[in-house]
Structure formats: C-alpha cells, structure tokens
C-alpha cells in the first residue's frame, strides 16, 4: 500500500533577501547543505548559482540578484539572539576527536611526539 505523508517544510523570511523572496537549507544526498529558495511565484530553486540563473532569465533586477548571492546564514538569529544552525549539521561539540575536522596532519603528530 501507498503511504502519503504531509510534510511541512520551513522557509525563512530574511530581510536580506529580497521581497518576497524565502530560503532554507537542507542536505543533498552527500550530505553537503544546499540553499533552496522559493520565489513570490512559488517557483523552488536548489542552489545559489541555479537561483541566480532564474532571476536573471526572469528579468529581476540586479540589486535583488545580488541579495541572493550575498545572502549569509550568520545574519539569521532565532529569538534567543543566537546564530541558527543547521538543524542537520552536528554540533561543534559532537564532533568525535577521530573526525576529519580534528585530525592532525602527520607532521603535527611528529613534531608533538618530538616535544
């Protein structure tokens, strides 16, 4: 049997995008985050560069284009004034000491063995 199932995705209002205009972000399938963006038409777009392509064939103007381009995530706060994170991203401090963020190089090690 077929199961439907109803799911609501989030899309941020920015006032660093321009009107009308919402993103979110989410994993692709090698878990690297994407921006998504919908339009005021409600048009879905996946990615800046593909966003940037559609606007400029839709005729927007360039000053809300490069609201898009330079749109960054550390200008979104939630209401306890803090920076949002991914809520698919691990935090900082689940990252294991055996991953590839906090692995030193090999002449790292050398030189601590040495000391």
Not at 42 to 54: A, F, N, V
Not at 68 to 90: A, G, H, L, Q, Y
Request: charged residues 35%; glycine residues 4%.
């Amino acid at each position: 049997p077929k199961v439907k199932l109803k799911v609501k995705i989030n899309w941020l209002e920015h006032e660093n995008l321009p009107k009308g205009w919402r993103i979110r972000r989410s994993l692709n399938k090698s878990e690297i985050e994407v921006d998504h963006f919908l339009s005021p038409t409600g048009d879905t777009i996946s990615g800046r560069k593909d966003c940037w392509q559609y606007m400029n064939d839709q005729g927007y103007p360039m000053e809300d284009i490069e609201k898009i381009w330079k749109f960054s995530w550390k200008t979104v706060k939630d209401s306890k004034s803090e920076v949002v994170v991914s809520p698919k991203r691990k935090a900082e401090s689940n990252i294991s000491p055996t991953s590839k963020k906090n692995k030193s190089s090999k002449s790292e090690v050398r030189l601590k063995r040495k000391s």
